[in-house]
Each structure stands twice: as structure tokens, then as C-alpha cells.
């Protein structure tokens, strides 16, 4: 299984950028999928999770009405909508998958990890 996440990059508060994660060797309509952020000297955090469907989701409120995860199970890629980008947004992003149809704001449910994506946003 891999999970190969991009699109990250500088951009400035205020600015949009959007985050995808192609995931192979797996089914992935069976699979949840979330994305979590990990920024220097703290610990990995939940940002958004998506069901199996794409019809429930789940934001954490840091980011709610700012970001937006979706998918797109033909392509085996799930995204990152990321509006309004302030400097505490600043992290390396991880998309993750959990073998089950649901979402999940835990990341200790999910399976697969990727490598990260590095969002650097400037004030």
C-alpha cells in the first residue's frame, strides 16, 4: 500500500492551497481516509477526516469552514482544500487510510501512512 501525498508548498496567510494523496495497492472505496498535520516541536494532530462515500465528514474546529476534504474513489485520490491559510497552519500534512468504511478523527485507527507534505504559510 502506498499513499503518495502532494501539493504542498509556501503560501502566504490568506492564500489557498490543496493538498492530494493517490493511494494504490489497496481498494480504496473500502477505505476511510484522514488527514492529520504535524507541526515542528508538537505532536501529530487530527485535520479532517472522509467516509468510504465522501458523505460524512469531519473537520477539526481549527479548521472548520476553512478546509475541505473530498475524494474521488474512480481516481484513488483524496483531497485537501485548504482556504484562508494562516501562519499556525504551518505543518508537514500526512493523508492516512483505516480499513473501514467510516471516518475517524483518531489516528491511531488508521492503517497506511504517507510521507507528508510540507505546508509552510507566511505572515
Known amino acids: 500500500v502506498q499513499l503518495q501525498a502532494s501539493g504542498g508548498g509556501l503560501v502566504q496567510a490568506g492564500g489557498s492551497l490543496r493538498l492530494s494523496c493517490a493511494a494504490s495497492g489497496l481498494t480504496f472505496s473500502n477505505y476511510g481516509m484522514g488527514w492529520f498535520r504535524q507541526a515542528p516541536g508538537k505532536e501529530r494532530e487530527f485535520v479532517a477526516t472522509i467516509s468510504w462515500s465522501g458523505t460524512i465528514t469531519n473537520y477539526d474546529d481549527s479548521v472548520k469552514g476553512r478546509f475541505t476534504i473530498s475524494r474521488d474513489n474512480a481516481k484513488n485520490t483524496v483531497y485537501l482544500q485548504m482556504n484562508s491559510l494562516k501562519p499556525e497552519d504551518t505543518a508537514v500534512y500526512f493523508c492516512?487510510?483505516?480499513?473501514?468504511?467510516?471516518?475517524?478523527?483518531?489516528?491511531?485507527?488508521?492503517?497506511?501512512w504517507g510521507q507528508g507534505t510540507l505546508v509552510t504559510v507566511s505572515s
Open positions: 492516512a487510510a483505516r480499513n473501514l468504511y467510516s471516518s475517524s478523527s483518531l489516528s491511531r485507527t488508521y492503517d497506511y
